[in-house]
């Protein structure tokens, strides 16, 4: 059975609102950074050498949120990647933050392999597609 990818934060003083609750877009820069951590941990591609060696880069093309749970100040939360499609350049994928048992917010966001140089989409590294496969639920 595929395993997806976990990534534990903690909620930070700069992420939340005067009311001591996740300002929304901060989830947003939460669910970039654990994307990048699973390029570099899963998938065996760091962002670093993705965009500066191979000028390949890995934009969000759709982005459906609900906000289930608000999340507070000091709230760890497991984010948690799963494949769920994978194309030629293409990957959906559903991302579920939680926290002490309850879901806070769930996406479903479609990344696509873009070439950096042209701006135009490119087929997965062979390496890259075969570490997502590996991993995506049918």
Sequence with gaps: MPMPFTTTTKVRFSQVDPAGIVFYPRYFEMLN?????????DLGLDFAT?????????PTVKLDVAFTSPSRLGD?????????????????????????????LRADVVL??????????IAWPESVRAAIAAQLVS
């Excluded at 950074?33 to 941990?41: L, P, S």
């Excluded at 993705?50 to 890995?58: E, F, N, Q, T, W």
């Design 33 to 41: 950074a654990a994307v990048e951590d699973w390029f570099a941990q």
């Design 50 to 58: 993705m965009h500066l060696d191979h000028h390949i880069g890995v």
């Design 76 to 104: 760890l939360l497991d984010i948690t990647i799963t494949p769920v499609k994978l194309g030629r350049s293409s990957c959906a994928v559903t991302i579920v933050f939680a926290g002490d048992g309850r879901e806070r």
């Design 112 to 121: 696509v392999c873009m070439n950096l140089v042209n701006h135009s989409s």
